[in-house]
């Protein structure tokens, strides 16, 4: 089975917000928290940004790329920021796409993992030949309360891939690892979410994406030294570091792909668009482990094989200034008011 | 509608807004000439309002129109922004 | 046939806090029908113009509404064509008259919109608009400042020349005891007065005001020296501005106004007097071109030198106040128009008297140029 990804496409919106200017507003040492988190901006909506239109942004980006695509039977989008407690993403998107009417919809959520484990079904749905290709979509513009640690770092992205055959990057093996560990939770109706503190660390974070990984590692008995590029989500710039460096991979294996060092945590966006990020610098042949993190909890790990057609998407996506490079690099500041505002909390 | 290019024709810029848009407001709105000949009037976003002028390259994507009530569905509709 | 203009009557206009339509409605009837002479029992039919009623008051069905107020017992009608709801009433009504259904029909404009939150104002005005002009965020002064901007960039007009055409409209109201601003204003003032879509000002914009108007119009030959209506004509455009051919003219102003001259027998440099809708300063400066005053790009500098100001040679624009200064309650305007060249024709203007008149014209236009009226009047 030939499975694998036939397109992707990202989106990073334009605004951005110095993290040591929200450290100023709450009196806090700016340095310091900088240097805590390893970040030193995110990324911001505007204000009439939401999951959908981000979504839409990135699908668009994908089905723009020229090529073969079979018909589209699945449209998978995963966030926890769907603008709608009941009324899926999905159709919204599939209908201002003009997917038509023949396509499963589908509105995923599991923290940060909603979307990952949509391609894991995706691709369950095109090697069973049920369906030709289907997209899934990972998208959020993550809430966060003022004057909390995670107003830091919730920022806004969102990637898509095309699922099909004949890839330029095949799909070579996948696991996924589930617990019941309330690290990170949102009750229904409530605006901001809770979080456990440490406990959000060893036993949630680290505890399933070395779960997943070594599932991983085991099933393909594939070692991190034949493996280019790895991907990990990322809730800050420390943890994929550190579960990196636990797991056997070096720090020039993980560079590629983080995005967190540029924009903050894009929750559901995190490990795919550090997955596009690696893709847009990935040469054929080469492997690119993934493993993706959603509190509550679980992980999603892939293997990758990038082929030789990745050229040519690489190329389009530089002309069209669509490079995560690129898009990271096409940004303008706002002030701590102009987040607030942009992100509905006055 | 979406991805298509096109340039500024003519705009201006609200300062008083009708109500549903007041929390967007200051905000230009731009008559768009695409390619291919049709105009369309656009809010225009992403763009500092001192970076407009005429012949300005724009692309259309979807955003939220205005800020719906609790009860209502959310409006999308079409705006521009800058291609840098 | 003639249709004569035997009687106006025009209510203060301005912030009414007291007033209610019906009272506008039967005082500005009263007055036109006083100056007519003729007992009511004569009037045959009554034309409403009006845009807001709905929206803004929850009350349609005007014409049966005024019907009865004024005590008409008589066929009545709602007109609505936005701003050019009270200039479609009347050309309606000259129709009728010319169809020879009726001798002797009333004309009355009447719009109550300073009982509502400004922005709910401005968001019933969009009505005039297109749907997607409203999910733009586009309001009314945020049109026409694009035309503003147009023509600026076309024809090297300036903001200060477009303060002129407020400038002007103030000192002719402040002649006018009926306008709702007596003030006058400097270009100064205007430059320096805030913004609200750029580049239009405060002092660029007509302001939300309530009003009536009434005209009465008759195929009789009447009893005293009355001007006749030689022309009515109306054009559309398209709804929205996106739509539009150019965006430095109104087109259907052009395509009305050489209805209306052909109809009349008469050329531009023949009016004396005219009243045009100056709802922004810029629309005074297209509709001068437009209706053929002035080439193209030669009207603001021409308002701007004092070239129509009353006292000057030659034609004289606006001395109700225009919309600007004398105030615009949507749906009266096109019927105050009328009545201000029936006044200045038939020599009652006092302070404002064009010595001399002989022949007005009216321009009323519905929304930002989708629907445009051009009267003619001759005495």
Redesign the interface.
């Known amino acids: 089975m030939n499975v694998g990804i036939t397109s992707y496409g990202t989106y990073i919106p334009?605004h951005r917000i110095k993290i040591e200017d929200i450290a100023k507003a709450w009196r806090k040492n700016p340095e310091e928290i900088v240097k805590s988190l390893g970040i030193a901006e995110k990324s911001v909506p505007?204000?009439?940004?939401?999951a959908?239109?981000l979504a839409?942004?990135a699908a668009?980006a994908t089905l723009?790329f020229p090529g073969e695509k079979g018909e589209i039977g699945s449209l998978l989008v995963g966030s926890e920021s769907h603008?709608?407690a009941v009324?899926p993403t999905s159709t919204?998107v599939g209908e201002?796409?003009g997917l038509g009417n023949n396509y499963l919809a589908g509105d995923l959520e599991f923290a940060c993992k909603a979307a990952t484990a949509g391609m894991q079904l995706t691709a369950g749905l095109v090697s069973s030949g049920q369906i030709d290709s289907g997209l899934v979509v990972a998208t959020d513009t993550a809430q966060s309360k003022p004057h909390d640690a995670l107003e830091y770092t919730s920022a806004a992205a969102s990637a898509a891939f095309l699922i099909g055959k004949n890839p330029l990057a095949t799909l070579l093996s996948f696991t996924s690892y589930s617990s019941d560990t309330p690290d990170f939770w949102r009750r229904d109706g409530i605006r901001y979410p809770s979080h456990a503190g440490r406990f959000t660390g060893e036993p949630a974070y680290f505890a399933h994406v070395m779960g997943a990984a070594n599932l991983l590692l085991k099933k393909t008995g594939i070692k991190p030294k034949d493996i280019k590029y790895c991907v990990f989500h990322m809730p800050n710039a420390k943890f994929p570091r550190d579960v990196a460096g636990r797991l056997g991979f070096s720090q020039e294996q993980l560079d590629p792909s983080l995005v967190v060092d540029f924009i903050g945590n894009p929750y559901s966006a995190s490990s795919p668009l550090g997955l596009a990020a690696v893709l847009d610098i990935a040469g054929s042949g080469e492997m690119i482990f993934m493993v993706s993190y959603g509190s509550g909890a679980g992980s999603d790990a892939f293997l990758w094989e990038v082929n030789p057609g990745i050229k040519k998407i690489q190329k389009f996506r530089k002309e069209h200034?669509q490079l995560f490079s690129q898009q990271v690099a096409?940004k303008?500041y706002l002030d701590y008011v102009g987040y607030l505002?942009n992100t509905d909390k006055i | 509608m979406l991805g298509r290019t096109g340039r500024i024709v003519s705009w201006t810029i609200i300062r008083v807004p009708p109500g549903d848009f007041s929390y967007q407001a200051p905000y230009p709105v731009a008559i768009v000439k695409l390619a291919g000949g049709r105009k369309i009037i656009a809010q225009v976003v992403d763009c500092e309002t001192e970076e407009i002028r005429f012949g300005l390259k724009v692309v259309t994507v979807v955003r939220r129109t205005s800020r719906p009530e609790v009860s209502e569905v959310i409006p999308y509709g079409i705006k521009v922004k800058p291609i840098f | 046939m003639n249709i004569y203009a035997i009687g106006s009557g025009v209510t203060k206009f301005g912030e009414l806090w007291g007033t209610s339509p019906r009272i506008l409605a039967k005082k500005a009837f009263a007055e036109a029908l006083d100056d007519a002479g003729i007992p009511k029992g004569r009037v045959e039919a009554l034309f409403v113009g009006n845009m807001l009623s709905g929206i803004l008051g929850g009350q349609e069905h005007l014409g049966a509404l005024f019907a009865q107020e004024l005590g008409l017992n008589a066929p009545a009608f709602k007109i609505e064509g936005a701003c050019a709801s009270g200039g479609l009433a009347l050309h309606n009504a000259v129709n009728s008259v010319l169809s020879n259904q009726y001798q002797t029909v009333a004309v009355l404009g009447v719009e109550k919109m300073t009982d509502h939150k400004p922005e709910d104002v401005a968001t019933a005005l969009m009505g005039a608009g297109t749907d997607v002009e409203r999910m733009s965020g586009a309001t009314f002064p945020g049109l026409y400042a694009i035309l503003a901007r147009a023509h600026m960039a076309e024809y090297r007009t300036t903001e200060e020349e477009l303060a002129g055409v407020s400038v002007k409209n103030h000192f002719h109201a402040s002649l006018n005891p009926k306008a709702q601003f007596t003030l006058r204003v400097t270009v100064e003032q205007v430059m320096k007065s805030t913004l609200i879509a750029d580049p239009l000002k405060l002092l660029d914009c007509s302001p939300i005001s309530d009003g009536a108007a009434a005209v009465i119009i008759t195929s009789r030959k009447p009893a005293k020296k009355s001007p006749k209506v030689v022309a009515s004509a109306v054009a559309t455009d398209t709804l929205g501005l996106a739509e539009r051919e150019s965006l430095t003219e109104l087109a259907a102003t052009k395509k009305a106004a050489k209805k209306a001259f052909t109809l009349a027998g008469v050329s531009p440099s023949d009016i004396d007097i005219a009243e045009v809708h100056d709802c922004f300063s810029i629309a005074e400066t297209l509709a001068l071109e437009d209706i053929g005053f002035y080439p193209k790009g030669r009207a603001a500098g021409a308002v701007a030198r004092g070239e129509v100001t009353l006292g000057s040679k030659g034609l004289v624009v606006n001395t109700s106040g225009g919309l600007k200064a004398c105030g615009h309650p949507v749906g009266a305007t096109g019927v105050k128009q009328v009545a201000e060249l029936i006044k200045q024709l038939t020599g009652k203007s006092g302070r404002r008297q064009v010595k001399g008149a002989k022949l007005g014209l009216a321009q009323n236009v519905g929304g930002s140029g989708a629907t445009a009226v051009i009267h003619i009047l001759k005495i």
């Open positions: 334009r505007a204000i009439d940004e939401d959908v239109t839409l942004e668009y723009r603008p709608y009324n919204i201002i796409l200034k096409n303008s505002k």
